[in-house]
């Protein structure tokens, strides 16, 4: 392919950059060749000109597309190079949160920083047993890969854990250890990785430091080798140690540290125990202080301390030993401290009285003159003479520093040897795997000879990972036989050579320090002789003549030589260690006692103080010596090489560990750090090595799949090789640029890519093809609907225009009408309303007018009659006055006239004249008087009859005169009063005025003030009833929410009884769960227990005499299910065989089993000496009341002379007592005790009955004995009364119950009304005894009931009383609340009612409660009680039909046989054998029975129905051993059968059914009434009489239970290989999804190959699994929770591969598993399974396909995806979020932004953090009774069964 056909317009390529390393962009124009310049456009929009490099003109790295990017494995990009690498590793990491990725073999671990949930328990068993390219990369599929080659091939496995400090790397290896833990089957039967866990808190105080790019960056390397047995469990381990960085004891550069340990015992200096050390701060020594850093933020190295003691105590290093170590790291910080003084330029001095130096003495046990002079001087030997020579300064304090290096070497060694010591094992072992957790390539600023030995181990690490790399791709070429071209791969053997050469690094230096004045200088210039200009990987620094550079295959390294001979050299004064010898400190003794027993145990040493495993003999003097002169580079290079020899002969497996930054920001990637790590692992170099062959390969169909599109059909050829090889030809013109192999095409880097560019091309062309058509179309049928609507549109608009027109006519003239109408009645109801107004008004005003009138006229004629009244008091006054002047005037002027006249008169009575006038007339006068006398006379007689009754009327009338003038004379004082009160009236009248005119103005003021408050008030009533209404509402919302508040109160507590009652029913399923686990695990133990037996017999080579082993299912099951002691002698006998045979098993194991069994012996002892306790009681009890009752019945017959005469008085006092409780009964109880119909009567009534119908019996039984004792002959009759008395004794004392004695006293009473005579002939037979001791039972029994019926009487009416006192209480309570809550406002009243009313009501609850517990005890009570005296009774029976024979006729009188007529009986459902024959049954009937024919010919259930009929005819016959033996028998039988043929699911399917048949025929015919409700009246009889066997119930229960669990596991073991190739793999909708390109981790394929398992094939297996259960006869409700468990299991394997499969996660596939599911579903629905909660266990699964198949963009996308995954958890929704991978370029990612919007959103969620579901869950099994309507007399027992010797009963 020509550049031009890459390098087009939009094409992506990756250009350098300074911060990121790599940048990406896109051309903006086709690249031509010969270009020097390209114009692109960066991903921010940023436009850049990027210039060719004019000598080689290389073009920049292309991309690869997008669907390529976060593969799992590097090596299936198709192109292959650095930017892809980075950027791949970048996305998984930041994106997708994924911290494995595969590159070829190399598993890469980038450190997260942050704990993830990906290393628990299930994870473990999602990757136990699966394919290295099946999941996603991981640690554990690494350790996977090597365990299964270790077991497969037999060979030992490496697994090499390299990277930078602070990588990962100690996590890393600790996760493989503990996933070999795991899946060995030794997780929790031995703690080999805790005890390594517990040497991590050693290793790393005495081996980590601080350094500058990592707080505790391990300061060695080290190879763990994990043994296994035979069976590949783990039984040890051992550790190596290398190049420990003993430099750091006396140094330590700016901002490090010294070990851990030093900075651990300086915090807790102030311990009393290690006040002894005088240790202080460690800024105070100047081994810890030189660094200035001596504290680690987030680090308490007190704390460390503890933890570092406590691991030193769980690996059996002594408190003693550990303060010896203490000691020993003490003396070490006290030496640096020592101070050297120059005494002249070639001696130097300790000052005297030193205190470090005697704190050192003290503490190693030495004196202090022999170490000050040896710190000082140095012993020189030649042939003749020794010279003690003393050394300058400089050379001192390297001497001290030298010793201390070399203790804490020495050290470090004695502590790596006791870790060992306990990590190994006495187990020999059959294969390792080797743990290599070791340094990665490190250049730092200053690079010494650390340095130097890490990078040459790591260029020897290299150089093996290279050739095996190689190795790989030369025999896959080979296996696909393609032509072998040499592939050219970076060799670093030219810098192993000039390191490790003759003449090399190494040997010059070794050679320089053997000098007697060689030093750094001179040692620089020999390398620049040696090796400048002659070797093209040495160099030399431009600026420097003590440094060297080596390009090493990571990166050029610049070493400086500065102490690269001390170090080498690493020389120690003999003296000195001779010194340290002849100490009294016996740790620092054993420490340098012998130079080999100081290296590790299995293997070379560690750098620096390595030595050569060598055979333990005696040293010679000189030895020593020698060995001390062995330079470290030598030592760490044969190490070194051993190393490589144990690598070579192992299988290896990388992991490197990559830091992606040095911040330890969790998730943060910095590319820079990244590649630069890369480039040192030797990463690219794989990828290079991959790109330089073939790196991607595709099996034919795998090809065929994805670029079917590529092809036409006239290509597409049955032979998928010849159609590809016909495709790629037309494709790819460059032949080299594939290869084809037997079974997959080989492609070179970037063919892939560009075949998915063609394939890309090919889908968008189509698309644009498809879309163009169907737009056209679309539009097309658009516009002719459109077309269509419109024409449709404007028919309607127009008829709707026209009716509109018509409708507006008629509305115009209906509103014309409507108008004059309206108008008229609006004028007319306005004239109506007008006129009504102003009749109102002209009411009220002519209202108004009239009252006006009425007030003036009322006011006039009230002013008139006052003026009247005024007027008349005036006149009358007037005129009195007047009156009273005018008689005194007319007084005056008569009295005047009278004077006149009288002066007249006298004038002329004094004349004659006058006295003749006087006479003149007289005599007429005279007689008129006389005349008128007579009238007078007359007139008086009438005027005296009138005065007389004038006087009468004058009486009358003077005294109403009186009476008027006192009336008067008041009146006349009134009136003067009045008179006075005139002118008080007057006055009043005006001050009344002015108050009127006051009262009017007030009245004015009222009246606008009252028109005011009218106003006023009818805004108030206004207000007042707006409030009202308001009150209304807020009443009516009152008792709404107090109505909605009693709902939802109901409601709560519904909700609340709802909830409880769920968490009841998940406690209940939690306890089901737990109790059948139990059962799980005691089967496991009884298997061990078993499996143990069967190797103790296998290795006792001749077996004793006499022993006898139990079976361990028979022993066990006699344990739990029997009560016989007969086996424990055997059981014991055999456990004292397993205890002398067990030596050469697992003791640990066998301990803990020997204990369980022990425990179990001592159980079943327990229970059977309880239980012959019990009987042994009950045994006793049943003697002791034979005796009373002999004692009772024992007595003389002195009453048989007692006469007939105190027999009818006792019996009339019987009556009497008799009449007189019935009369105190109806007295004394109360009305509704004694009433009829009443307990206490019908009891009483019933027993008067039964002893009536007794009497009767007893009466004919009685004549019939009277005649039989008449018959009699005289001769023997003596003889019978001889005989006699026992037999009657006997037959009193078989009459058990009292009522039986008074019943047979009656009837004998009533039977034996003879003469006199014939009392001696009846009391010859005992009757009068008998008779009188039924007469006093009679009468005990009568005052027992009258005393019962006294207490009941009198404690009812105590409870009564208690009763009224209570509801007093109560009433007195309710009255006080009532008045409590009266003076409460309405709404706390409420509340505070309906508080009460739950208080009462949750009271009557309880106690309503503990009465149904009283009762439910009572009938359980009363059942039992029920039950033995329905066995009584049936013994009775029994007895009485014994005792009705006489006994002289049993003794004396011969015995006619008599021919009895015997009716023929009916099959009663039972089938009797013998006891030799019980082993034969179960043999038969278990053992040996074939399921297939029973499930074929036979009724289901037939085996349990048998065997539940030998079980009641033993019951019948009433043999508890032969219940008890038959039931074990069966028990361990179905047992052996299970432990036999356990993985066949036919037999363990027919053994479930007939086991829960078999308990539900238990139950069914118990007795019991829960049990026997739909029992036919013929069935009830079948019950079980004489045993409860409720205990063998459970037992049987816990049997099926175990079945069940077995079951399950057989299906599971059946489905599991089936359900990810069927659910995920197998593209059930062929063409929905492509196959994308796969890595050297070969994937399995979703082609259906012909092994492939599909959907069907799950289907048909579950088919299977349906039909035989159906068979069977398994209960329907036993058969939906096996079904629910395998659902489970389906959809539970599947989800947790979905979660860790990134290549199932996409669009296509969820569409597959949704078909997959709803085929499933389908399946459910046929088999009318659909209620069984099946499908519900499907739900995560389901949604996990949605949320494959669901938007997820937006933020209703993210609302969508919360309300809709309710069954998955938070981290298994940001996981399948993370793993979406688009599978074509038309899908698009999930963004970052949108997966932490999702983890926001359901952040609140309260849910397990785990990830994957336990697809170990097994639901707790429940066993529904399931009563039978098959009669057992039908059952017929077929022939082929054998079972000849079972006889129907």
Known sequence: MAASELYTKHARVWIPDAEEVWKSAELLKDYKQGDALLQLRLDDGTDVEHKLDPKTKNLPHLRNPDILVGENDLTALSYLHEPAILHNLKVRFMDSKLIYTYCGIVLVAINPYETLPIYGADIINAYSGQNMGDMDPHIFAVAEESYKQMARDERNQSIIVSGESGAGKTVSAKYAMRYFATVSGSASETNVEEKVLASNPIMESIGNAKTTRNDNSSRFGKYIEIGFDKKYQIIGANMRTYLLEKSRVVFQADDERNYHIFYQLCASAQLPELKVLKLGQATNFHYTKQGRSPVIDGVDDAKEMVNTRHACTLLGISEPYQMGIFRILAAILHLGNVEIKDRDSDSSIVPPNNAHLTVFCDLMGVTYQDMSQWLCHKKLKTAAETYIKPIPKLQAVNARDALAKHIYAKLFDWIVDHVNKALRSTVSQNSFIGVLDIYGFETFEINSFEQFCINYANEKLQQQFNMHVFKLEQEEYMKEQIPWTLIDFYDNQPCINLIEAKMGILDLLDEECRMPKGSDDTWAQKLYNTHLNKCALFHKPRLSNKAFIIQHFADKVEYQCDGFLEKNKDTVNEEQITVLKTSKFELLVELFQDEEKATTPTGPPPGGRTRLSIKQTKTRPGQTSRDHKKTVGLQFRNSLQLLMDTLNATTPHYVRCIKPNDNKHPFTFDPSRAVQQLRACGVLETIRISAAGFPSRWTYQEFFSRYRVLMKQKDVLNDRRLTCRNVLEKLIKDQDKYQFGKTKIFFRAGQVAYLEKLRADKLRVACIRIQKTIRSWLLRKKYLRMRSAAITIQRYVRGYQARCLAKFLRRTQAAITIQKFQRMYRERKRYRRMQAASLVVQCMLRAYMARQKYQA?????????????????????????????????????????????????????????????????????????????????????????????????????????????????????????????????????????????????????????????????????????????????????????????????????????????????????????????????????????????????????????????????????????????????????????????????????????????????????????????????????????????????????????????????????????????????????????????????????????????????????????????????????????????????????????????????????????????????????????????????????????????????????????????????????????????????????????????????????????????????????????????????????????????????????????????????????????????????????????????????????????????????????????????????????????????????????????????????????????????????????????????????????????????????????????????????????????????????????????????????????????????????????????????????????????????????????????????????????????????????????????????????????????????????????????????????????????????????????????????????????????????????????????????????
């Open 857 to 1849: 006229m009322l006011r006039e004629h009230k002013t008139i009659i006052i003026q009247k009244r005024v007027r008349g008091w005036l006149a009358r006054l007037y005129y009195k006055r007047s009156l009273e002047a005018v008689v005194y005037l007319q007084c005056c002027i008569r009295r005047m006239r009278a004077r006149r006249e009288l002066k007249k008169l006298k004038i002329e009575a004094r004349s004659v004249e006058h006295f003749k006038k006087l006479n003149i007339g007289m005599e007429n006068k005279i007689m008129q008087l006389q005349r008128k006398v007579d009238e007078q006379q007359k007139d008086k007689k009438a005027m005296t009859e009138r005065l007389n009754s004038l006087a009468n009327s004058y009486s009358v009338e003077s005294e109403k005169l009186r009476n008027e003038v006192e009336r008067l004379r008041l009146t006349e004082e009134e009136a003067r009063n009045n008179s006075n009160r005139i002118t008080t009236l007057l006055e009043e009248l005006a001050r009344l005025k002015k108050e009127l005119c006051d009262t009017q103005r007030d009245k004015r003021i009222i009246e606008e003030w009252a028109d005011k408050y009218k106003l006023e008030t009818e805004q108030l009533v206004a207000e007042l009833k707006e409030q009202n209404s308001l009150l209304k509402i807020e009443k009516d919302d009152l008792n709404r929410l107090i109505q909605e508040q009693n709902q939802e109160m109901t409601e709560k507590m519904e909700k609340a009884l709802a909830e409880e009652t769920k968490q009841l029913e998940c406690e209940l399923n939690e306890e089901r769960s737990r109790y059948q686990n139990l059962l799980t695990e005691h089967r496991r133990l009884e298997d061990r227990h078993d499996d143990l037996k069967e190797e103790m017999t296998l290795m006792v080579n001749i077996p004793k005499p006499g022993h006898r082993r139990t079976d361990s299912t028979h022993s066990s099951n006699e344990s739990e299910y029997t009560y016989n002691s007969e086996f424990a002698e055997p059981e014991e006998n055999a456990r004292g065989a397993e205890d002398v045979t067990k030596a050469p098993l697992d003791m640990s194991l066998f301990l803990k089993l020997q204990k369980r069994v022990t425990e179990l012996e001592q159980e079943k002892q327990s229970l059977q000496n309880e239980l012959d306790k019990k009987e042994e009681q009950a045994y006793r009890a049943r003697a002791r009341e034979e005796d009373e009752q002999n004692r009772a019945r024992g007595a003389e017959l002195e009453y048989e002379s007692l006469k007939r005469q105190e027999l009818d008085s006792e019996n009339k006092k019987l009556k009497n007592d008799l009449n007189e409780l019935r009369k105190a009964l109806s007295e004394k109880s109360p009305p509704g005790v004694t009433a009829p119909g009443s307990p206490a009567y019908k009891v009483i009534m019933e027993q008067l009955n039964s002893s009536n119908e007794e009497l009767e019996v007893r009466k004919e039984e009685v004549l019939i004995l009277r005649s039989q004792l008449v018959s009699q002959k005289e001769a023997v009759h003596q003889k019978q009364t001889m005989t006699e008395a026992m037999p009657c004794m006997e037959d009193v004392r078989k009459m058990k119950d009292a009522g039986e004695i008074t019943q047979a006293y009656i009837a004998l009473k009533e039977s034996n009304r003879s003469p006199p005579q014939d009392y001696h002939a009846l009391n010859e037979d005992g009757e009068l005894w008998l008779v009188y001791e039924g007469l006093k039972e009679t009468n005990r029994l009568l005052e027992s009931q009258l005393q019962t019926l006294r207490k009941s009487h009198e404690n009812e009416t105590e409870v009564l009383r208690e009763e009224l006192q209570s509801v007093k209480e109560d009433n007195n309570r309710q009255q006080q609340l009532l008045a409590q809550n009266l003076q409460l406002p309405p709404e706390a009243r409420i509340e505070a009612s309906l508080q009460h009313e739950i208080t009462r009501l949750t009271n009557e609850n309880l106690d309503l409660m503990e009465q149904l517990e009283k009762q439910d005890k009572t009938v359980r009570k009363l059942k039992k009680q029920l039950k033995v005296f329905a066995k009584k009774i049936g013994e009775l029976e029994v007895s009485s039909q014994i005792e009705n024979v006489s006994p002289g006729q049993i003794i004396d009188e011969p015995i006619h046989p008599v021919n009895i007529p015997r009716k023929e009986k009916d099959f009663q459902g039972m089938l009797e054998y013998k006891k030799e024959d019980e082993s034969k049954l179960v043999k038969n009937l278990i053992l040996e029975l074939k399921p297939r024919g029973v499930a074929v010919n036979l009724i289901p259930g037939l085996p349990a129905y048998i065997l539940f009929m030998c079980l009641r005819h033993a019951d019948y016959v009433n043999d508890d051993q032969k219940v008890r033996t038959l039931l074990t028998s069966t028990i361990n039988g179905i047992k052996k059968i299970l432990k036999k043929r356990g993985d066949d699911y036919e037999t363990v399917s027919f053994w479930l059914s007939n086991t829960c048949r078999f308990l539900h025929c238990l139950k069914q015919y118990s007795g019991e009434e829960s049990f026997m409700k739909h029992n036919t009246p013929r069935q009830n009889e079948h019950c079980l009489s004489n045993f409860d066997l409720a205990e063998y119930r459970q037992v049987l229960s816990d049997l099926a239970i175990q079945i069940y669990q077995q079951l399950v596991k057989v299906m599971e073991n059946i489905l599991q290989p089936m359900i990810v190739s069927g659910m995920l793999e197998h593209e059930t909708i062929q063409g929905v999804s492509g196959v994308k390109p796969t890595g050297l981790r070969k994937r399995t394929s979703s082609i259906a190959d012909e092994g492939t398992y599909t959907l069907d094939s799950i289907l048909r297996q579950l088919n299977s699994f349906h039909s035989t259960m159906c068979q069977h006869g398994t209960d329907p409700e036993l058969i939906k929770q096996v079904v629910k468990q395998m659902f489970y299991i389906i959809g539970a394997v599947t989800l947790n591969n979905l979660l860790l499969r990134k290549d199932m996660c996409s669009w296509s596939k969820g569409m597959q598993i949704r078909y997959n599911v709803s085929q499933l579903e389908e399946w459910l629905r046929d088999k009318n399974l659909m209620t069984s909660g099946a499908k519900e266990t499907l739900e995560p699964l389901i949604q996990a396909a949605q949320l494959l198949q669901v938007k997820k963009k937006t933020d209703e996308d993210a609302e969508a995806i919360c309300s809709m995954c309710n069954a998955l958890s938070t981290a298994q929704i940001v996981k399948v979020l993370n793993l979406y991978t688009p599978v074509n370029e038309f899908e698009e990612r999930v963004s970052v932004a949108f997966i932490r919007t999702i983890q926001i959103r359901l952040r609140d969620r309260k849910e397990s953090p785990q990830l994957l579901m336990d697809t170990k869950n097994i639901y707790p099994v429940t066993f529904p009774f399931n009563p039978s309507s098959l009669a057992l007399e039908t059952i017929q027992i077929p022939s082929s069964l054998n079972l000849l010797f079972l006889t129907r009963v």
